[in-house]
């Protein structure tokens, strides 16, 4: 059990290498993908995928008919808000608002944990939010403060907002909600009710709004985003919140917006600043901190 736990504790750092690949992919898959359709189509990948290794389940109707409800839900969530909504946010805001809303998420679930489910707070953890956020925000406004007074809201900024409140209650419910399925068999089936929430919006977009096109760049796009930000990221949260529960493994989001700035070194010419350095540095105490509780 020791063990397991201190694998759950470096996947804590290992994971958000993985779900900050989602930034790859909101800044290079849309140029080529209406967002809505990347969405559901990488969702839709990853079913298939998944199904290959567990297809079993269709042996198991009576369980799948048990908990439909729960799984369309953490599909909805999960896949479907927090899969689309992100790429709808970035057509009408900037980077920097996405940022500093989306890591409100850990916020939320602390919260909703707190008064629903009665887990319990301490001035560690406490400490450990506000190093995480300190760090981000420095990370997000580059070092320059006033950038903060002179944040401009859009209806981007709502929807940014809505994958933030969407993953704290994915996050929550995965762990609360208890299934009579093996772990890759649940998410097997989250990624299809994920798929299945996202197709009439998908057809809204198809018909109404934007045609997707699918050549290479299609496939190419939807396949990264369905294993790494996707099947890798979503199976190592998943496998960290089952020890570690929902509020510590939330904290992930901090980690997932420091490493999506050294993304941005690597693939999109930004440079390495001291500000990277500080804000890093303060994401990682806060996690420690976050860490450190479970064992005093």
């Avoid at 140029?31 to 809505?36: A, H, K, R």
């Avoid at 997000?140 to 401009?152: E, F, P, R, S």
Wanted: charged share 15%; glycine share 8%.
């Amino acid at each position: 059990m020791i063990k397991k736990e201190l694998l759950a504790y470096a996947l804590l750092i290992i994971q958000p290498i993985f779900m900050a690949s989602n930034l790859v992919v909101a800044r290079g898959g849309v140029e080529f993908i209406p967002p809505i359709s990347l969405a559901f189509w990488r969702w839709l990948t990853v079913f298939f995928i998944l199904l290959l290794f567990n297809y079993k389940i269709f042996s198991k109707k009576k369980i799948v008919f048990k908990e439909y409800k729960k799984l369309f839900f953490l599909g909805f969530m999960g896949c479907g808000v927090c899969g689309a909504f992100p790429f709808i946010a970035g057509q009408t805001t900037t980077i920097i608002n996405m940022g500093i809303i989306y890591t409100s998420s850990p916020i939320f679930i602390i919260l909703l944990c707190y008064f629903f489910f009665k887990e319990k707070m301490n001035l560690l953890k406490i400490a450990g939010l506000i190093s995480c956020l300190i760090g981000v925000i420095i990370i997000i406004v580059k070092g320059d403060y006033l950038a903060l007074i002179k944040l401009k809201f859009t209806k981007g900024d709502i929807w940014m907002l809505g994958a933030s409140i969407g993953w704290a209650l994915y996050s929550i419910f995965l762990f609360y909600w208890k299934s009579s399925f093996k772990v890759f068999e649940r998410f097997t089936l989250i990624s299809f009710f994920g798929a299945l929430s996202l197709l009439p919006f998908y057809l809204i977009e198809e018909i109404y709004i934007k045609n997707t096109t699918f050549d290479l760049n299609f496939v190419t796009w939807v396949i990264f985003a369905a294993v790494s930000p996707g099947i890798i990221a979503f199976s190592l949260y998943t496998y960290a919140q089952r020890y570690l529960g929902a509020t510590t493994t939330g904290f992930t989001l901090y980690l997932f917006t420091v490493y999506g700035a050294f993304y941005g070194i690597l693939f999109f010419g930004e440079s390495l600043k001291t500000f990277h350095i500080y804000g890093s540095i303060l994401v990682f105490l806060g996690v420690y901190l976050v860490k450190y509780k479970k064992n005093v």
